[in-house]
């Protein structure tokens, strides 16, 4: 009878808590909603094992560098290059360049332009020059070169004079296909140009 006079509202909420304390019975929750977070509060430590971010949770472009696996990437989409090697050239005329390698780049976009083209220039039966240079589109880019002996013949087949010629466009190529070319012609003497290369690849223009 004393017990029943002192029960209340207040007494039955205050020991429901209590034994809800003592006996570990908080509510459980098990999902929470995007309305339940604040934009902003979500951290990297709080992702599970660094595997919950997908490719529709990142912003276009707004990765960089260190956040991607570089072994991922298809460098032929954003870097293509191109390369050729025919074999040994003989220009024949000191008017007329010859085209002795030569290759196709496709850009997919507008790019800047490396190119780097190599040969040995061999003097045959004395002193002897060539003029070589790269064209892009059958226009001449950068500097000739004039690769060759003055006063003696010093070369043979097997110890040539080795040049390389390296161009890099001012401004970008336009998206397309695009040929480079190393030339060469006769300047002094008896020339030929032995195991020609050429090759090529696009720079991003940003």
Same mark, same amino acid.
Do not use: W
């Given at each position: &009878?004393?017990?029943?006079?002192?029960?209340?509202?207040?007494? =039955?909420?205050?020991?429901?808590?209590?034994? !809800?304390?003592?006996?570990?019975?908080?509510?459980?929750?098990?999902?929470?909603?995007?309305?339940?977070?604040?934009?902003?509060?979500?951290? #990297?430590?709080?992702?599970?094992?660094?595997? +919950? =971010?997908? +490719?529709?949770?990142?912003?276009? /472009?707004?990765? %960089?560098?260190?956040?991607?696996?570089?072994?991922? !990437?298809?460098?032929?989409?954003?870097?293509?290059?191109?390369?050729?090697?025919?074999?040994?050239?003989?220009?024949? @005329?000191?008017?007329?360049? *010859?085209?002795?390698?030569?290759?196709?780049?496709?850009?997919?976009?507008?790019? %800047? &332009? !490396? *190119? *780097?083209? $190599?040969?040995?220039?061999?003097?045959?039966?004395?002193?002897?020059?060539?003029?070589?240079?790269?064209?892009?589109?059958?226009? =001449? #880019?950068? !500097?000739?070169?004039?690769?060759?002996?003055?006063?003696?013949? /010093?070369?043979? @087949?097997?110890?040539? /004079?080795?040049?390389?010629?390296?161009?890099? $466009?001012?401004?970008?190529?336009?998206?397309?296909?695009?040929?480079?070319?190393?030339?060469?012609?006769?300047?002094?003497?008896? =020339? %030929?140009?032995? *195991?020609?290369?050429?090759?090529?690849?696009?720079?991003?223009?940003?």
């Amino acid at each position: &009878m004393r017990i029943r006079r002192h029960l209340s509202y207040a007494n =039955v909420v205050a020991t429901l808590a209590l034994l !809800l304390a003592l006996g570990g019975g908080a509510y459980a929750i098990d999902k929470v909603s995007s309305s339940e977070i604040v934009n902003g509060t979500i951290k #990297s430590v709080d992702l599970k094992n660094g595997k +919950a =971010v997908r +490719a529709a949770d990142v912003r276009r /472009n707004g990765l %960089r560098g260190k956040q991607i696996d570089e072994r991922t !990437l298809d460098a032929a989409r954003f870097a293509p290059v191109t390369g050729s090697g025919p074999g040994d050239c003989n220009p024949t @005329s000191s008017t007329s360049l *010859v085209e002795c390698a030569r290759t196709k780049l496709r850009l997919t976009g507008p790019a %800047r &332009m !490396l *190119v *780097v083209a $190599t040969g040995d220039q061999e003097s045959v039966g004395g002193p002897a020059q060539a003029i070589c240079e790269i064209r892009i589109d059958g226009r =001449v #880019s950068g !500097l000739p070169g004039q690769p060759g002996e003055e006063t003696r013949d /010093n070369t043979s @087949s097997t110890a040539t /004079n080795g040049f390389a010629r390296t161009v890099v $466009t001012a401004d970008p190529l336009q998206k397309g296909t695009h040929r480079v070319a190393l030339a060469c012609k006769e300047f002094t003497g008896d =020339v %030929r140009i032995d *195991v020609p290369t050429i090759a090529a690849i696009a720079i991003s223009s940003r």
